[in-house]
C-alpha cells in the first residue's frame, strides 16, 4: 500500500493492502460483496489493531452527510461517517440535543457506538444507548436494518465492527440545553472516601482527574445545569482555565468558570477546533461496578509509584447501566477509569498488566478500543452474553469478512 495510514495516536501503522473511500452507499456493498478481509476505520481513535487489516481499509468519510431529524423531533438519521462535532452544532442549530458527549467531539458517532464509548453522568448510559436503530452492509454485501425491540438489536450495536459497515444511524435526540462547567483544584482523598458517590452524582456529568503523584485528585471537572459555589467537596474553584492533561493549553478546553452555554460546548472536555487530548499518547480504560469504584482506586493507588512515571492523567467517571450485549456497563452502573499514557508502549504495557492484575478481583471490562493485555478468555468471562454475540458473528458475516487478527483472538 502507497498510502500510509496511521491511527490517531500514530501508534498503530495499518497493514491494509488498500484503503477505499466510497462515496454512496451502494459502492460500500460493492466492496463487501467483492469479498474481505475488510475492517472499517473511523476517525481513527482506537489505540489498538481492532480495526487493523492486511487487506481493504474502508473510511466512510466521503459518505454524503445524512441530518434528518423526524418529524416528531425525538431522533435524528445519520449516515456512517458523520462525527460528533458534526452532528452537534446541527442539532443545536434545531434546538435539539443529544444526551451526552464523550470527552471530545472529533471522533466519529459510527466508530463510538459499535465500542460503547461514553461520557459521564450517573443517569446518563453510554452513546450506544442513544441508538434506535442501525443500518448496516453484513458480510455478504446485503443492507440490513435492525430496530430496537428486533430479536438482535441489543447484540448488534456494540459490534466491534465484527457484523457489518455502519452506513447510517438513528439516535434519540432531546431539546437543546444549556450548562455550565466548574474546575475544582486539590480535592483531598478523604472527600473520595467519605462521598464517592455523592461526588460523581453532583451534576449533569462529573470527571475527577489525578496524575496520582499524591492520593488525591488534582481537579474535578462539574458540568452542571445549576450554579455551583467556590468550593467542593475540599477543592477549590480554579483560578483560570484549566486543561485535563497537565501542561497542555488551556485554550484547547470547553469555556469554563460557570459561564453557561450550549451542550456540545460544555459536556466535551475539548473543543473541536483544537488538538484533543495530548495527541502523543496511548490510553486504556477500565470499567467496575459502580459499588467497586472505590475499591478499584484504592487498587491503583496501591501501585501509583509505578504508574505515575509513564500517566499522563487519569480520569473516573461513572456511567449508567445498559442491555448492550457488548458494552462495558452492560448490567450495571458503572465507574471507569480512563488513563492516558506516554507514547511508550515498551514503558506503559507492563504497567497495565499491572492495573488489569491489580483490578482482577473486581471483575474489569476494559474499553475495546484502547490498550489493554488481559487474556482473550478472560474477556469473554466478563460479558455473560458473549455466546450469543458468537453466535451473531456466524450469521451476520459467515465468511469472515470483517475478521482480523485481533478479532479472530476475541470471537
Not at 474481505?36 to 481499509?57: C, E, K, Q, Y
Not at 483490578?359 to 452474553?385: C, D, N, Q, Y
Request: hydrophobic share 40%; aromatic share 8%; proline share 6%.
Amino acid at each position: 500500500m502507497s498510502e500510509r495510514v496511521t491511527n490517531w495516536a500514530g501508534n498503530i501503522v495499518f497493514s491494509a493492502r488498500s484503503v477505499r473511500r466510497p462515496s454512496s452507499v451502494p459502492e460500500v456493498q460493492e466492496i463487501v460483496a467483492a469479498g474481505g478481509p475488510i475492517r472499517v476505520l473511523g476517525s481513527g481513535h482506537s489505540f489498538n489493531r481492532m480495526a487493523d487489516t492486511d487487506g481493504t481499509l474502508v473510511s466512510l468519510a466521503e459518505l454524503p452527510r445524512v441530518t434528518e431529524i423526524s418529524a416528531d423531533r425525538k431522533s435524528v438519521r445519520v449516515d456512517g461517517g458523520i462525527r460528533y462535532g458534526e452532528l452537534a452544532a446541527y442539532l443545536y442549530a434545531n434546538g435539539l440535543a443529544l444526551h451526552n458527549t464523550a470527552s471530545l467531539p472529533h471522533i466519529s458517532v459510527a466508530g463510538a457506538i459499535t465500542t460503547a464509548t461514553h461520557g459521564s453522568g450517573v443517569t446518563h448510559g453510554n452513546l450506544a444507548t442513544a441508538v434506535s436503530s442501525i443500518e448496516l452492509v453484513d458480510g455478504s454485501g446485503k443492507l440490513v436494518t435492525v430496530a430496537r425491540g428486533d430479536a438482535d438489536f441489543e447484540g448488534v450495536v456494540v459490534g466491534l465492527g465484527a457484523l457489518g459497515v455502519i452506513t447510517a444511524l438513528t439516535l434519540d435526540v432531546v431539546p437543546a440545553f444549556e450548562v455550565r462547567q466548574y474546575v475544582y483544584d486539590h480535592v483531598p482523598r478523604a472527600s473520595l472516601d467519605e462521598h464517592l458517590f455523592d461526588m460523581l452524582a453532583d451534576g449533569y456529568s462529573v470527571s475527577l482527574f489525578t496524575n496520582w503523584t499524591s492520593r488525591d485528585i488534582s481537579h474535578a471537572w462539574l458540568k452542571r445545569l445549576e450554579p455551583a459555589g467556590d468550593e467542593w467537596y475540599g477543592g477549590r474553584l480554579a483560578d483560570g482555565p484549566r486543561h485535563p492533561v497537565p501542561g497542555m493549553p488551556a485554550m484547547n478546553s470547553t469555556e469554563q468558570g460557570g459561564v453557561p452555554g450550549p451542550w456540545h460546548q460544555r459536556l466535551p472536555h475539548f473543543r473541536m477546533e483544537f488538538t484533543p487530548s495530548s495527541g502523543e499518547e496511548l490510553q486504556s480504560e477500565y470499567h467496575v461496578a459502580r459499588e467497586n469504584g472505590l475499591a478499584a482506586i484504592d487498587a491503583v493507588a496501591a501501585i501509583r509509584e509505578r504508574v505515575a512515571p509513564v500517566l499522563q492523567v487519569c480520569e473516573v467517571r461513572t456511567i449508567k447501566a445498559d442491555e448492550l450485549w457488548l458494552s462495558p456497563n452492560y448490567r450495571r452502573d458503572s465507574i471507569a477509569l480512563h488513563f492516558t499514557w506516554i507514547a511508550d508502549a515498551g514503558a506503559v504495557l507492563p504497567v497495565v498488566g499491572a492495573i488489569e492484575e491489580q483490578l482482577a478481583p473486581l471483575s474489569p471490562r476494559p474499553h475495546w478500543g484502547k490498550v489493554f493485555t488481559m487474556a482473550p478468555e478472560t474477556i469473554r468471562a466478563e460479558w455473560e452474553r458473549f455466546g450469543d454475540f458468537q453466535e451473531l458473528v456466524s450469521r451476520y458475516d459467515p465468511a469472515g469478512t470483517f475478521r482480523n487478527e485481533w478479532l479472530n483472538s476475541l470471537v
